[in-house]
């Protein structure tokens, strides 16, 4: 067989099949020509009709509920800074109940010290005494 042969099958069995797709093509358009492209456009225009109903119900949502949430967020803000300067204000009032509970402690111990040494040295003057 040659290429020239080969070629010429080649181009043969490529236009049958563009032939098949014409018929095919053409029963479609024979469809679309009969009654369905207007069914087809009468669909659309629901479809546009719908698309833009749902637009403007959108477009109206998001004009109240986003002013309503940013309402909703700068109270909030306003909440966390609040909160935030309640904390600051505890956290200070924790750290002096912890240091006047220290300083407490520690002159509680010193109190401590102090009377046991007084007990020594009350309970060394005996000894002197009787010597």
């Known amino acids: 067989m040659s290429i020239a042969l080969l070629a010429n099958v080649l181009t043969i ?4 099949a563009v032939l098949v797709q014409s018929v ?7 469809t679309v020509k009969d009654g369905a492209l207007t069914q087809v ?3 659309l225009q629901i479809a546009t009709v719908q698309a833009r109903a749902v637009l403007s119900d959108m477009k109206h949502t998001l004009g109240t ?13 306003e909440l966390r800074d609040e909160l935030s300067l309640m904390t600051g204000i505890a956290d200070a ?4 109940i912890v240091s006047a509970v ?16 007084q007990a ?3 309970s060394d003057a005996p000894m002197a005494a009787a010597a």
């Open 65 to 77: 509920d986003c002013a309503r949430h940013a309402q909703l967020v700068e109270r909030a803000r």
């Open 93 to 96: 009032a924790a750290e002096r």
């Open 24 to 30: 095919r093509m053409m029963k479609s358009l024979r």
């Open 120 to 122: 020594e040295v009350e």
């Open 41 to 43: 456009v009468e669909a």
């Open 102 to 117: 220290g300083m407490a402690n520690a002159q509680r111990d010193d109190d401590g010290e102090i009377e046991a040494e």
């Open 13 to 16: 069995i490529l236009c049958m």
